[in-house]
């Protein structure tokens, strides 16, 4: 048996480093904000980003947050509330289908991040000094459709300091990652029950085969990404003889084989 993979735990490392060069102390503590992305992928519902903020330096631990896709559902059910306790701010923003579809993936992620950079100033009532986002592209500033992102209202986010698996090193991209998730897992859920034939409440939006096997039967519905390369419904062609149909008038050779 190959031994266990350790659990990595997010710490605060990375926010203190970069609020100690923007000239934090233990006197001035800054916000510094860790921001992620849920639902990139999926072929229904919305994009979701999750932004999180605390002040830096503290003696405050953070939660024992970590990847959120690493987590279990009720793990990350778990740590919410937490998450929401130690955080100084907390945002969410998100992007729909149909803003998917007119402005494609990286301007609607835009889209959701700046609105949920927005309410996180609002909710911390400051704009945090640095952001820390998961991964190598920095959709968030440098992305297309800039004419598009601008027109958010709120403050603009400063350039991001990107970290790949940042989930893991960062606690505040971790918590973003957890938040963000169960927003959009319970979203998921809500429109299951009106739309329960495509089966959300379990692949959240995912292209699982029951997903597909729905669309194929059914069609896509407003909650549909329509850009993205969903499976063609199924028609059935309606037979051009039906044995026994009536043709016309009777001449008197029904049932005769010519």
Not at 223 to 228: A, E, L, Y
């Amino acid at each position: 048996m190959s031994p266990r993979r350790p659990v990595t735990i997010a710490g605060l490392h990375l926010e203190s480093a970069l609020a100690q060069t923007r000239g934090a102390t233990a006197q001035t503590p800054l916000l510094v904000a860790g921001m992620d992305e849920v639902g990139r992928g999926a072929m229904a519902g919305p994009a979701v980003v999750g932004a999180v903020a605390v002040r830096v330096p503290t003696d405050e631990a953070p939660p024992p947050v970590r990847d959120s896709k690493a987590l279990t559902d009720r793990r990350r059910r778990s740590l919410v509330p937490e998450v929401l306790d130690w955080a100084a701010a907390v945002g969410i923003g998100e992007a729909s289908p149909a803003e998917i579809d007119e402005h494609g993936l990286s301007t609607a992620l835009a889209l959701a991040g700046r609105r949920a950079w927005s309410v996180l100033c609002r909710n911390a009532g400051a704009e945090p000094v640095a952001l820390i986002l998961d991964g190598r592209d920095d959709w968030l500033t440098r992305g297309t459709g800039r004419e598009v992102v601008d027109e958010v209202p709120g403050p603009v986010p400063p350039v991001p300091q990107m970290v790949v698996k940042a989930e893991d090193q960062a606690a505040t991209v971790a918590g973003a990652s957890i938040t963000a998730k169960v927003y959009r897992d319970d979203l998921m859920i809500a429109l299951h029950e009106e739309f329960p034939a495509y089966g959300w409440a379990g692949n959240k939006g995912y292209g699982s085969a029951e997903h597909r096997a729905a669309i194929e039967q059914d069609g896509a519905v407003v909650h549909h990404r329509r850009s993205w390369a969903l499976p063609v419904r199924r028609v059935e062609e309606p037979a051009l003889f039906a044995w026994g149909e009536d043709t016309g008038p009777d001449d008197g050779r029904e049932g005769a084989w010519p």
